[in-house]
């Protein structure tokens, strides 16, 4: 795993061309400053018993959805019970120095799937006292960050929109549901339409719908942020003249750097910032540009381009991305069956292809990277302090201005 880090700075230190003394200001303010990733994913840990359960499964003939649920659990919840991993979990999340992960527990719109996973998590942070928790408001952020503690605060991809529901009431009520639970960031769609809108690469862009606006109601009742990285242009300007509360695009690229239907318009990410929301730009080098060119300068003229646009109060890094751990020596994943894309993702064939080197996992724009991005933003020219809050400090304003919306039986 080292070595493979090693690489990592060296590629993006490479790639950033940082003078010796920017570099060296840049890995200060990021040890001493609050740092959040506005949407990111638990680092990726599969324990040896995790990775030998995969096997299993897949040698009894399991079904790819077996396999796929055997995957997450391995890669989930592998550093519980297992010390190695739940070491090297532990210096990934050190050698990051991300304090606050945003992070989807609730994936897909499937309800089944999202409660397995919100499990996964709630026997993760039960786990790994001294190692990361659960926030679930932004002075809950605050109080364990003061503390020297690592939090995850939970998002779902989707509202639980393909389930056995009764009708648009009953999904309302699992709102709640997802509220009690702890969930506090909820896109309105993925890529595809759902009950509630158009997702970005729905092809006839038609908007919030009317049960659209009940949903975007209900998540600022809540104090639940409406997040909008997924949605369709319209969509995400109807929801955004619906809320009251801030509203976010917390993993997203500028389509004024890079024409793309994930990328926001000049348009709605002015709108996002009039909201007093948060947009927080992606590190996926298939959505930043072309992958045989992008590297970590692709991610800083993403985030230059917003902050001339919106201002440094609105802007932020929502990685939409993790470090994988490798395996431990001496077992290797077997070859399972080969499943289709989620049918609810909607992502065309070449969206997610990565360069031949692999520049996200292995290169300038890995997650283990997060201290040298701030230190990209001391290349950039910005103040101490604008650089706080895009790395950290805009998600605690923004989502209090987001908790101070909610209604009064549900203020924390």
């Given at each position: ?124 942070c039960d786990s790994m006292e ?134 926001k318009s000049d348009e709605e ?144």
């Open positions: 795993m080292h070595d493979l880090i090693s690489t990592c700075r060296q590629r993006a230190k490479a790639a950033l061309g940082a003078t010796p003394a920017q570099l060296e200001h840049g890995l200060e303010l990021h040890r001493d400053s609050f740092v959040c990733d506005l949407f990111a994913f638990s680092p990726s840990a599969p324990s040896r018993g995790g990775i030998e359960h995969i096997n299993e499964v897949i040698r009894e003939g399991g079904r790819s959805d077996e396999v796929l649920e055997a995957s997450e659990d391995a890669a989930r919840v592998g550093p519980v019970c297992d010390p190695d991993t739940r070491q090297a979990f532990a210096d990934v999340l050190e050698t990051a120095g991300v304090d606050c992960l945003v992070s989807t527990v609730g994936l897909g719109p499937t309800m089944r799937r999202g409660l397995r996973n919100v499990a996964r998590f709630t026997y993760l001294g190692i990361i928790g659960k926030a679930a408001s932004a002075e809950a952020v605050e109080r364990m960050h003061a503390r020297g503690e690592r939090c995850f605060v939970w998002s779902a991809n989707n509202p639980p929109c393909m389930g056995p529901f009764e009708d648009g009431y009953d999904l309302l009520r699992w709102l709640d549901t997802y509220y009690y639970l702890g969930i506090r960031m909820m896109h309105l769609t993925y890529n595809r339409r759902n009950w509630v809108g158009d997702g970005c690469t729905e092809p006839t862009d038609a908007g919030l719908s009317d049960f659209g606006h009940e949903i975007v109601a209900r998540l600022n009742d809540r104090g639940v942020i409406v997040d909008t990285p997924h949605s369709g242009k319209q969509t995400t300007l109807d929801a955004i003249r619906a809320s009251r509360a801030p509203v976010f695009a917390s993993h997203t690229g500028c389509e004024g750097v890079f024409q793309h239907p994930r990328c990410l002015k709108a996002i910032a009039d909201s007093g929301g948060v947009i927080g730009i992606y590190i996926l080098p298939g959505l930043l540009g072309d992958p045989s060119h992008v590297s970590i300068r692709t991610l800083l003229e993403h985030i230059d381009y917003a902050v001339e646009l919106v201002g440094p109060d609105h802007v932020m890094i929502g990685s939409d991305s993790t470090f994988s751990i490798p395996p431990p020596a001496g077992v290797e994943r077997e070859a399972g069956p080969k499943a289709r894309r989620n049918w609810w993702a909607l992502w065309g064939p070449e969206d997610l292809k990565g360069d031949p080197n692999r520049e996200g996992s292995e290169g300038s724009l890995s997650w283990i990277n997060w201290p040298l991005f701030t230190a990209g933003l001391v290349t950039l020219g910005y103040s101490d302090d604008n650089i706080r809050k895009i790395i950290g400090g805009n998600f605690l304003r923004a989502m209090k201005g987001v908790q101070a919306c909610a209604a009064d039986r549900f203020r924390q």
